[in-house]
């Protein structure tokens, strides 16, 4: 089993940033890829970043350019660094983790984030 404890969500300003992270413990060792979704309010959840051990990068295209996912494998961590922040950016964000073939994903409880005025 892997366990996930996330940090980092809060209440920000358009135009300001977070930094979200993710530590993995447990199974670590089946961990594959790591990476970020969200779920706005009545919309279903979607792809924020994600990147696998190698440091193979996605991004969803709404945030290329202001969000920067990285991770550091001796930590089991990913960071999630949210810059120029938008209303739109608003959601709980959840970590995920990918395993090794055959093993199931892991999801964290989420963290919220508000970008309000």
């Known amino acids: 089993q892997v366990q996930l404890v996330e940090s980092g969500g809060g209440l920000v300003q358009p135009g300001g940033s977070l930094r979200l992270s993710c530590a993995a413990s447990?199974?670590?060792?089946?961990?594959?890829?790591m990476g970020w979704y969200r779920q706005a309010p009545g919309k279903q959840r979607e792809l924020v970043a994600t990147?696998?051990?190698?440091?193979?990068?996605d991004y969803t295209a709404s945030v290329k350019g202001r969000f920067t996912i990285s991770m550091d494998n001796a930590k089991n961590t990913v960071y999630l660094q949210m810059n120029s922040l938008k209303l739109e950016d608003t959601g709980v964000y959840y970590c995920n983790v990918q395993r090794l073939p055959g093993l199931g994903d892991y999801w964290g409880k989420g963290t919220l984030v508000t970008v309000s005025s």
């Open positions: 447990g199974s670590t060792y089946s961990i594959t890829a």
């Open positions: 990147i696998t051990r190698g440091g193979l990068m």
